[in-house]
């Protein structure tokens, strides 16, 4: 098992452009959480997903931001219109089932431009 | 609502020297307790789970209801333990999402 594989592990994108941020959790995993790691704040969680479903996107901005887990393929985060205080780790984390440890990804680093 | 706290941001110290990275936790039930551990640039990993008991690369965790605290502790540290360190709740009654802590940056001095 390959473990929680993100990519792009670095991303730079220039103010106003979008950020996609890909997942692909542990093989048998279902379910799916992102965060975002801000050197003075840790992990703060942004969503929850379960294939094809959102369970929870309490802590994701309530614009700019979204992001999908499809039947087939990997969870997406997508920013849109980017701006510098979107520049963060983003670290996707799966687990099998809702009770059991979340596996953490290497996490995308996102530097706006 | 439950709530994670690491009062400490960061946390010097030299090699040999005991080690405690303080978490105090705010949950109405009986908690579930991680610690995670994220060595520089890499993944977050667990480190050790408060319902197993047990002790891992020297360190280890006691759940404490009543001050309502899971303090990580080791009694002597080494420079390879140098890293961010999370506690978490992992869930929580109704709440599935794992509830993370700010970190504790720990750096051992040779």
């Known amino acids: 098992n390959a473990g929680v594989m993100q990519n792009p592990r670095h991303l730079v994108r220039r103010r106003g452009q979008e950020a996609r941020l890909r997942c692909s959790p542990m093989?048998?995993?279902?379910?799916v959480y992102w965060y975002r790691q801000l050197p003075e704040e840790g992990l703060k969680f942004m969503v929850y997903?379960?294939?094809?479903?959102?369970?929870?996107e309490s802590g994701m901005p309530k614009e700019r931001f979204s992001a999908e887990f499809p039947k087939e393929g990997p969870s997406i985060l997508r920013i849109q219109q980017v701006v510098r205080g979107d520049s963060a780790a983003y670290f996707c984390a799966s687990s099998p089932t809702r009770d059991t440890e979340a596996f953490f990804g290497q996490g995308t680093r996102l530097t706006v431009v | 609502a439950q709530r994670v706290t690491q009062p400490e941001k960061l946390l010097s110290v030299f090699k040999g020297a005991p080690v405690e990275l303080k978490c105090n936790y705010s949950?109405?039930?009986?908690?579930?307790l991680f610690w995670y551990v994220q060595y520089s640039r890499q993944r977050l990993q667990l480190l050790l789970r408060h319902i197993s008991r047990e002790s891992i690369k020297g360190f280890t965790a006691d759940l404490n209801k009543g001050e309502t605290s899971f303090h990580l502790k080791k009694p002597f540290a080494q420079e390879e333990d140098s890293a961010m360190y999370y506690c978490?709740?992992?869930?929580?009654?109704?709440?599935?999402?794992?509830?993370f802590g700010r970190g504790t940056s720990l750096i051992v001095h040779p």
């Open positions: 997903l379960q294939k094809e479903n959102i369970i929870d």
């Open positions: 949950y109405s039930g009986s908690p579930e």
């Open positions: 093989k048998g995993h279902s379910h």
């Open positions: 978490a709740l992992p869930w929580s009654g109704g709440s599935y999402i794992p509830t």
